[in-house]
């Protein structure tokens, strides 16, 4: 019971009415997001880092890099994986202990968001084919959730890839002609492709909303997540809940997403501020 | 290595694809319902090279009892695969994958069923993958949509679903594994035919827009071209029982009136009522496509007396 978004009867017929007279509740249109804001490199400590707050929702990214063996498979590609935690310190609702289904969904949706969309060259982190490449691990933590954790982990994760460096690298043969890899005190970013970022919508009744609030989410009949690439090119998707849309309705979805997630990469230099303070109240 | 197979032509510029097929083709399938004795209900899926066996248990008593909820029966479904059932052995515990992939499946499943009908209890379905070959997901959501059916549990309509992908800047239909590999997307779906619902959607690799609602177009008949196949699982499985059943009491009787002494007239009385009801199923069920739920409790009630029979 612990891990459900419990509405009361009452407020579900509030954020219903509101919707048939094309209202929410937070004033919102239908297909409007919170006010997003992104701040990169809280995390010195990380090769790269960022907070993403999408309303009151907060979560925050770090990227380690470690050197490592590809997979026997791949010898010519580093390694990128995504995780997330649900921590509860982010909600009543979560508690400690081994991921929960809906833990292991959202981080991989936004693994696959990262992955499929190509967004890291991981050519670009060999270093010795076969032997030696860059393994990124991009862990996020969910600190406070007012929903729509589906954006605004995919968000974080692309925010610290952007905002990486790892450090630069020589390789040096000894005697016997063995390769190693001598890390340099100089640091690059990361060689990024793509800027994947997603929209999710949450369909009450009839009404198909774009980044829901936790009370939305509640009593969400289905959610619907797509990611778009910048060349406009869908690079996931997830349908969720436990609802219904019709194909139409998933035709709309996407012509608003791509708007969306145009809007919001767009965007990115002017809602990214290094200088901003991550725990305000303002939504 | 991995790499130069990738040069095997996966389709060709008109449109034929590695294992012969056309874009639009899906493999293959063949589905068996009610392989398993002791499940409520059960279906074998064999699409391609998949063989995805389904169980349903339920509904039933749901432990633990907080899990219950008052309105409602939880549905409850596990996807596994067998530790052979890839080239390489998985390891035997539940991995990410496969908790996701019962998550969603597990969301798919509840559109279709009337879960109100069974307050506090819960359905449990069980999908073990015992060889997998693409696609493994909607296959999984087709059988156990039957093996429910199967189960009785009255739906509003069967879950019938099939990926899509891109194959060099083509939108096929149904990937196989190497197509699932080597192919630059995959778009597994999942339909209610009946009332045109999306009940599971996901997407990896890349899409352009116009690609992937293509794809949903195709996917549409695609689905309902399964459903068909699911239906006629399903007929065929109580039309086999209805055969029988009449062909054991037309044995019984004749015997009964030459050698045998009296067999209890009461089981007879209770044969022939089953034999009366199994009669009229089939033909209803051609007439009424769309109560499938009304007609598939009908069936419940025929099952285990059917089971009885053959003992």
């Not at chain 2, 506090?120 to 999984?140: K, Y």
């Not at chain 2, 087709?142 to 194959?167: E, F, N, Q, R, T």
Request: hydrophobic share 35%; glycine share 6%.
């Amino acid at each position: 019971m612990a891990d459900t978004n419990l509405i009361s009867l009452v407020e579900k017929q509030h954020i219903v009415s509101l919707l048939d007279h094309g209202k929410r509740t937070d004033g919102r249109a239908f297909d409007e997001f919170r006010k997003i804001s992104i701040i990169p490199g809280y995390v010195a400590k990380a090769e790269g880092s960022a907070i993403v707050k999408i309303g009151r929702t907060k979560v925050i990214a770090g990227v380690k890099a470690q050197l490592g063996t590809p997979f026997p498979d791949t010898p010519d590609s580093g390694v990128v994986t995504t995780t997330v935690e649900l921590v509860p310190i982010a909600s009543p609702i979560f508690e400690s202990g081994p991921p929960r289904a809906k833990a292991i969904e959202l981080a991989r949706v936004a693994d696959r968001a990262i992955r499929e969309s190509k967004c890291v060259n991981k050519e670009s982190l060999v270093l010795i084919s076969g032997k030696k490449v860059w393994i990124l691990f991009i862990d996020i933590y969910v600190l406070d959730h007012d929903g729509n954790l589906f954006d605004a982990c995919e968000l974080a994760a692309i925010s610290a890839i952007m905002n990486a460096r790892i450090p630069e690298t020589k390789i040096v043969t000894d005697e016997e002609g063995n390769e190693d890899v001598e890390l340099l005190e100089t640091t690059t970013p990361l060689k990024l492709d793509y800027t994947p970022i997603s929209c999710t919508f949450g369909k009450i009744g009839k009404h198909i909303i774009v980044d829901p609030v936790l009370k939305e989410e509640g009593i969400e009949d289905a959610r619907i997540t797509f990611a778009f690439r910048d060349d406009d090119k869908i690079c996931a998707t997830q349908k969720g809940e436990n609802g219904t849309f019709t194909v139409d309705e998933l035709k709309k979805c996407i012509d608003i997403a791509s708007e969306r997630t145009k809007e919001i990469r767009s965007q990115l230099d002017k809602i990214t501020d290094a200088k901003a303070y991550p725990w305000s109240e303002e939504t | 290595m991995a790499k130069e197979k990738e040069k095997t032509v996966l389709i060709t510029k008109d449109g034929t694809r590695h294992d012969g097929r056309k874009k639009e083709d899906i493999r293959e399938i063949k589905f068996e319902v009610g392989v398993l004795d002791r499940a409520d209900g059960s279906c074998l899926i064999n699409w391609g090279r998949n063989k995805i066996l389904a169980a349903v248990y339920g509904p039933r008593e749901l432990h633990p009892k907080h899990m219950q909820m008052p309105d409602k029966a939880l549905i409850r479904c596990e996807y596994r695969m067998a530790t052979f059932s890839v080239p390489e052995r998985k390891r035997p515990a539940p991995n990410r994958r496969e908790r996701e992939i019962s998550k969603i499946l597990g969301e798919a499943l509840k559109p279709a069923v009337f879960d109100y009908l069974y307050p506090r209890s819960v359905i449990d379905v069980f999908i073990e993958v015992i060889q997998a070959d693409g696609g493994s997901r909607c296959a999984a959501v087709c059988a156990a949509s039957l093996a429910i059916a199967d189960a009785g549990v009255p739906m509003k309509d069967l879950v019938a679903g099939c990926a899509a992908g891109i194959l060099d800047g083509q939108v096929v239909l149904d990937l196989d594994d190497v197509e699932d590999k080597e192919g630059d997307g995959d778009l597994p779906f999942a339909y209610l035919p009946h009332t045109e619902e999306v009940v599971l959607l996901q997407s990896d690799g890349i899409f352009s827009q116009k690609e992937y609602k293509e794809a949903l177009d195709m996917l549409i008949p695609a689905s309902k071209k399964i459903y068909q196949m699911q239906r006629d699982a399903l007929t065929n499985r109580y039309s086999r029982i209805t055969e029988k059943v009449i062909e054991t009491l037309d044995k019984e009787k004749t015997p009964a009136k030459s050698k045998e002494k009296k067999t209890e007239p009461a089981k007879k009385d209770s044969k022939k009522k089953a034999d009366d009801k199994k009669d009229k199923e089939p033909a209803a069920e051609k007439a009424e496509k769309k109560k499938s739920g009304k007609r598939i409790l009908g069936k419940k009630k025929t099952s285990p007396k059917e089971k009885a029979e053959k003992k």
